[in-house]
């Protein structure tokens, strides 16, 4: 979780919550962090992640990102390849951002 905390010269790498969700997510499935269970916990640690920095939902009470959606992008994220960590991490920032 320190990973998503990083900062340099006194300015965080990541510094919004929804580039911190996005990132953990990826660094659980890519990383292998745990012997099994990698998408399963991301999904669950990016969800839990969100919730706790008050952006899991809309202003109107809804999701930002239906369950399939989540589904859909952990998986997109476990096949992808390395190279492709900025483009993944963009894309789910994208789609949880405050403006969708």
């Known amino acids: 979780m320190r990973t ?9 790498l990541y510094p919004s919550a929804e ?8 660094f ?9 269970g990698n998408k399963r916990i ?11 920095n008050g952006c899991l939902y809309k202003p109107n009470g809804s999701r930002r990102l ?9 998986l997109l994220i476990a096949e992808s390849k390395p190279e492709d960590k900025d483009v ?6 994208n789609l949880i951002n405050q403006e969708n």
């Open 19 to 26: 580039e911190k969700a996005a990132n953990l997510l990826y």
């Open 4 to 12: 998503i905390y990083q900062s340099f010269d006194g300015e965080d």
């Open 66 to 74: 239906a369950d399939n959606a989540l589904v859909a992008l952990t």
């Open 88 to 93: 993944m991490v963009k894309l789910v920032v």
């Open 28 to 36: 659980v499935v890519k990383n292998h962090s745990f012997s099994d």
């Open 42 to 52: 991301a999904a669950f640690l990016f969800v839990w992640f969100m919730d706790k």
